[in-house]
């Protein structure tokens, strides 16, 4: 099938940077240039007018969590609940409208920062354990039922990287990074039916957000059966790039496939927490809490360890960094790593995150080889937040993006989703403006130009998965990963961008996405 697409601009994110038409073919670009000669070149074929739309590469997810997404449609949707009546009312409604026999679990996604106590965790959902995770996904609460079923008492101690809520010999339900994240993996999953419909779901969101590519990033043996359906029922549309943790990394080598729509990437790693969670590892004090720093998730040896063992398995380690100390351990643990194995430079390595990295500590991270992927969304998100958690000056200085390119660092940029949803134009508007929820402009030196903020999420995301031959620019052998915008985001006013709709999405020249 032969589809050429013109009337629009055609933004290739190569060179030349603009066209008047594409034509693909079999699920490839086959050509790109002007439109009365792509026509005569080509003969008959399916037509589309872009009617002054304009024409991309789809977007890529440069960090995210593909599963988490899934599960997410089966949960509670907390956010902007600020109340504990407000959680309450919720969970109500979901039980409601998703009976549940008693003794099952329900979890709900997207608690802010209202501190919950145990008594009224365990007003939400009578007869059933109950687990709410907090937006950043570090932390979260579990009612008392919860706390039985995972076997925590105020004995069991507290794990490396981790704490467990505590007042007056009792525990609050509150669960703190692997004190959190461990437990997950204790909890049942829901049933098999009700998790691939939530696959399904969660491909429709990205779809409809003009995104091909997306990435799991920390997928663990229990989800194996949920892959192993959507492969065999040939449910994923989507591309799909899993990272595992590296212990598990050889597990899923030999169950995952290397090509088609879903492949092992890589490892992943954490090294620290969540800046909106306070549990991001930073040099210097947090501005409002003197003498705290948040802390580490593993030991320098640990985290030694695990680049080696990806360098030795020759693949991709993402490292999660939020606050700058998480940084230099990432930086001076990848130097050793270097020097043992020699192989790291070349895997492209990626911090994911970044928030609060050092501007000092970019050049180094070039030297070194490293990617950086930016959530700048914090800048909208929590940026009103952070000004008061660590001051005015670092706080301008999150998701330092034009100073590492600057630097000569690659830069991607991502949401985290379902951190907060899978809006790569939002995310392009937060690079461009850095403008908080309040208006305020937070850091203007480091925003991004729209060509730069775009590259990031096209061009440099595909380079990141080593995919910068088959997607990421419109030419002529790559896949036809199209995403049509009802606007040139390089030609509007910067904060009209993230007011562009997404049109259409197509995989492999398939139309996958058009808007109602």
Known sequence: ???????????????????????????????????????ALTGPCREVNLAGAALLPAFVDAHGHFSQMAA?????????AE??????????????????????WVAGRGLGNAPLTLEALDSFAPGHPLVLHHQSGHMGYVNSMGLSALGLTPDTPDPEGGKLGRAGGRLTGYLEENAFVSQLRNIPLPSMEQLLQGYRAAQDIYAAQGITLVQDGMVTPELLPAYRALLRQDWLKLDVAAYTAPEDYAQFAGELPRTGHLTLSGMKIFLDGSPQGRTAWMRAPYADNPGYRGYGTMTDEAVTQAMIRAGEART???????GDAAAEQFLRCLEAAERACHTLKALRPVIIHGQLMGRDQLETAARLGAVVSFFVGHVYHWGDLHRKTFGPERAAAISPARSALDAGVPVTLHNDAPVIAPNLLETLWCAVNRR?????????????????????LTKTAAWQYFQERERGTLEPGKRADLVVLSRNPLAVPPETIRDIQVLQTWKNGTLLYSAP
């Open 1 to 39: 099938m032969k589809t050429l697409f013109y009337g629009g601009d055609v933004i290739t994110m190569a060179q030349p940077p603009t066209a008047q038409a594409l034509l693909a073919e079999n699920g490839r670009i086959a050509a790109v240039g002007d439109a009365a000669e792509l026509r």
């Open 72 to 80: 997410a449609q089966l949960q509670v949707n907390l956010e902007g």
């Open 436 to 456: 908080t929820r309040s208006g305020f402009c937070l850091g203007p030196e480091e925003r991004l130009t729209p060509e730069a903020a775009l590259a990031a």
């Open 83 to 104: 109340s504990a009546e407000e959680i309450r009312r919720r969970v109500k409604t979901f039980l409601e409208e998703h009976p549940a026999p008693a003794g099952q």
């Open 316 to 322: 991709q380690l993402l490292c999660h960094c939020n």
